[in-house]
């Protein structure tokens, strides 16, 4: 315990050692910020038949760039690559579908909350499922390293049999081609299940609702305060709203003030 506990303090004090440090400042002086963002997951994020970004979380990282004064880039990231890259320094910044959770505010520093996502079971309207009991009859597809993934392990019976994927798109293939007869999905998993095969699925159970936020690297001050007043302008001005309307087809929620475990803020 002592070692583990050694080494998960050693790896905190190396991602805020200064060569990993993003400011502002240095962000404009090389001209562009690198976003890091889910590359198959509408419509959070998605790469469009002419190979442009696209989504919610696209447009998010769009403004906060336009914020800067900079060019944006985004690199496509899979599900449990997302805190490595950043991490890593391959990437400024996640506008990545990060829920807001507290093991993950262990390694990346939370801005306040932007978006909100609830996480379900989806499975073909046809197989019954009124419990989480019920789950341990089913072979269940989630993301590897997802909230999918920790909801789906928490509340399905220990013997349940959870194949695990590289991505959203791929976990959605599979229950599409029958790999699996239910999957750990986000609220827009029935919309793009059923545009594949029409009024065939639906949610089953709700696990949870979660708020995420754009994350960067424990103890960047600076950034972390540019990204809060940047979200806190976009709130105010309409262009969340108008992000919204576009791509979630929603109003933007009552965001709460705090989230316990996560710290929106670098202390």
């Keep these: 315990m002592i070692k583990r506990r050694h080494l ?15 400011t502002p400042a240095e962000i404009k002086a090389k001209g562009k910020l690198v976003v890091g963002i889910q590359g198959d997951n509408p419509p959070w994020g998605f790469v469009n038949t002419s190979g442009k970004q696209e989504g919610f979380d696209a447009d998010l990282g769009e403004l906060f760039a336009k914020e ?16 490595p890259a950043l991490t890593a320094g391959r990437v400024d910044i996640l506008f ?36 989480n009991a019920d789950m341990g009859k089913l072979t269940i597809g989630v993301p590897r390293s997802s909230v999918q993934d920790t909801q789906i392990t928490k509340n ?38 059923n545009q594949a095969k029409p009024d065939t699925y639906e949610d089953k159970l709700e696990f949870t609702r979660l708020y995420n936020g754009a994350c960067t690297r424990l103890g960047e001050k600076e950034i972390n305060a540019a990204v809060n007043t940047f979200i806190d302008k976009v709130r105010a001005n309409g262009e969340l709203a108008k992000a919204y309307a576009k791509w979630m087809k929603l109003s933007p929620p009552d965001f709460p003030a705090s989230v316990e475990g996560v710290p929106f803020t670098v202390n």
Excluded: C, W
């Design 8 to 22: 998960l303090l050693g790896g905190t004090a190396l991602l805020a050692t200064p060569a990993l440090a993003v």
């Design 68 to 83: 800067l004064g900079v060019a944006v880039e985004f690199v496509p990231l899979a599900v449990a690559n997302r805190i």
């Design 96 to 131: 990545a579908t990060m829920a807001m959770l507290p093991e993950r505010a262990k390694a990346v520093q939370y801005s306040k909350p932007y978006v909100a996502n609830i996480i379900t079971l989806v499975a073909p309207k046809a197989t019954a499922v009124k419990t």
């Design 156 to 193: 399905a019976p220990t013997d349940t049999v959870i194949r695990r994927f590289d991505d959203d798109a791929a976990t959605i293939q599979a229950l599409i081609s029958g790999q699996v007869q239910a999957v750990g999905g986000n609220m827009f998993y029935v919309q793009r299940l």
